[in-house]
T-cell receptor
Framework: AQSVTQLDSQVPVFEEAPVELRCNYSSSVSVYLFWYVQYPNQGLQLLLKYLSGSTLVKGINGFEAEFNKSQTSFHLRKPSVHISDTAEYFCAVSDQETSGSRLTFGEGTQLTVNP | KAGVTQTPRYLIKTRGQQVTLSCSPISGHRSVSWYQQTPGQGLQFLFEYFSETQRNKGNFPGRFSGRQFSNSRSEMNVSTLELGDSALYLC????????????FGPGTRLTVT
């Protein structure tokens, strides 16, 4: 079984500031890692995913994440945020062997970008 | 290509009733997964259907059930509704039934009164 912990439930930042949303995971097997964004009254949109290879993954809207196997972390970063980045962000894992399309999500981090 | 569609988008039901939600996957996709999202429990996996067969099931009571039709459209049913079933229900579709190429619909907001 896997579990995901998002270390901050809310992150307020000012526009054009950098941001990091933290995610740790636990699993006894190899996993795929994901970050999703959810805007109010909408579904989930994939920001980026780590499957294998380079540990630095670039996604949409200027976001990137770094996979750290020794620390079992997958933190999301953006060097300069915009008002439009205000949303809830979810980290998720899926085991590589048995879970099909099943995702295990963290609790979410509400990112609020202030002018 | 049209995305994942869910109907209805909003629904209000009374405790004790039953409800059926529908999900139409992206054309050609054979896998549909369902998730429940609540403020208290977050996003939780309900079940996955692949080519009409339930392939995976989360830890929910038997009141929650689903099925998939030959055209890959899926329905989920909740019987004997409880107040705690109020949630956003999301479905996601995948061509090969793998997590790394999965697309989510906009969700159905169910309110139980």
């Amino acid at each position: 079984a896997q579990s995901v912990t998002q270390l901050d439930s809310q992150v307020p930042v000012f526009e054009e500031a950098p941001v990091e949303l933290r995610c740790n995971y636990s699993s006894s097997v190899s996993v795929y890692l994901f970050w999703y964004v959810q805007y109010p009254n909408q579904g989930l949109q994939l920001l980026l995913k780590y499957l294998s290879g380079s540990t630095l993954v670039k996604g949409i809207n200027g976001f990137e994440a770094e996979f750290n196997k020794s620390q079992t972390s997958f933190h999301l970063r953006k060097p300069s945020v915009h008002i439009s980045d205000t949303a809830e962000y979810f980290c998720a894992v899926s085991d590589q062997e048995t879970s099909g399309s099943r995702l295990t999500f963290g609790e979410g981090t509400q990112l609020t970008v202030n002018p | 290509k049209a995305g994942v569609t869910q109907t209805p988008r909003y629904l209000i039901k009374t405790r004790g009733q039953q409800v059926t939600l529908s999900c139409s996957p992206i054309s050609g996709h054979r896998s549909v997964s369902w998730y429940q999202q609540t403020p208290g429990q977050g996003l939780q996996f309900l079940f996955e259907y692949f080519s009409e067969t339930q392939r995976n099931k989360g830890n929910f009571p038997g009141r929650f059930s689903g099925r998939q039709f030959s055209n890959s459209r899926s329905e989920m049913n909740v019987s004997t509704l409880e107040l705690g079933d109020s949630a956003l229900y999301l479905c996601a579709s995948s061509l090969f039934g793998v997590a790394y190429e999965q697309y989510f619909g906009p969700g159905t907001r169910l309110t139980v009164t």
